[in-house]
């Protein structure tokens, strides 16, 4: 936040009757987490109910006020403006239809004045529908989960495709930047969380270094064993306290306001990155990483071989060429590794369409110990 936010975090915790006395008060308040949520009964009326994706756990409720709608309302109208987004345009919306996401963003588009195709992801639209929409309308402006828009992009013919793609939730993969450079396309990204909403936007030159916007969420960061942790709180939610809450986003190169809240950060990895394979331990976002540098269209799965890990990773036919390549990015985990080629609908996916990259099966399921594997 680039203004004093003593006013309104004091106005928030009055509500819900916590000390603001001292110059510390902000200090005192204690971080929050996932359980707190899941303990929370709400006492006052809520503008809107919605659940967290439970891609890192199990789904959660969250309950928001008609103030905390409001002014994430204002930050995604913000962030269309951060991003260039005029009038001119027309915006597809690729989101999953039940997301908090393709409403606000939806509704921002109209209030502003700019065309929005509301399509929904994969689960709401055949793509192949999507596909003749988009080569009939022409949208300047596709909004989605970034895996799910380039699959998009991959299917419309040149002369078809937008000026630039606004992306979030999933990891930003290198070969998703490459194929946006090779088609002349820019690639944004917001940062939000299913709790505190959306507060930071992308530079164009780096997808994972964000600015953070607008004044609804205050940002703060916490020391943890893996690195600084991102700390968000709803300054407008008086129905349900999101305070100093740690959604398990490790964050690195923060810069910070006058106020201590973060001004820029970029993205790094989850609290729970780490992976331990035939008892080594190795980060999830490192292999994503690499991995992501041969395609976006991959599962990295752990699975048991008798008292052994191995390494199941599944493709797509396509990329048949490139199986050394992949298994190179990946040579120096201390697992037997094999490559298996199927179709982009074998790949797993959370409810909202994003991708599990890394799936530990062991325990749920296991291979023979004398399978052969490369």
Known sequence: MTEDSTNAKKKLLNHFGISTEGNDFWKRVPFSDKSHLDNFIPSSKFAYLFTTGGSTGESSLVFTGKESMEAQLTTACLTFDYFGVTEKDNVAMLLSLKTRSFQLFTEACVKRGTGVIP???????PISQTVRIIEKVRPTVWEGISSYLLSVMCKVKPEYLPRCIITGAEPTLNWQIRKCKELGVKMYTRYSTAEGGQCGAS???DPNRMDVIG???YVETVEKSMGDAIVVTDLNNFVMPIIRFVPGDIVKNVKYNDDDSVKEFTYDKRMDDEVKINGCAYSKADIISR???CTQDFAFRIKNAGKLDVIEITTTEEHKSEEEAIL???DDIGAEKSVVFGDAASLPKTSNGKRKYVIDMRGIQSVPATAPQK
Request: aromatic share 10%; net charge positive; glycine share 10%.
């Open 119 to 125: 399509l929904g992801a994969w689960n709401s639209s």
């Open 203 to 205: 530079k164009y030159d």
């Open 215 to 217: 004044n609804s969420t």
């Open 291 to 293: 991995l992501g540098t």
């Open 328 to 330: 190179r990015s990946v």
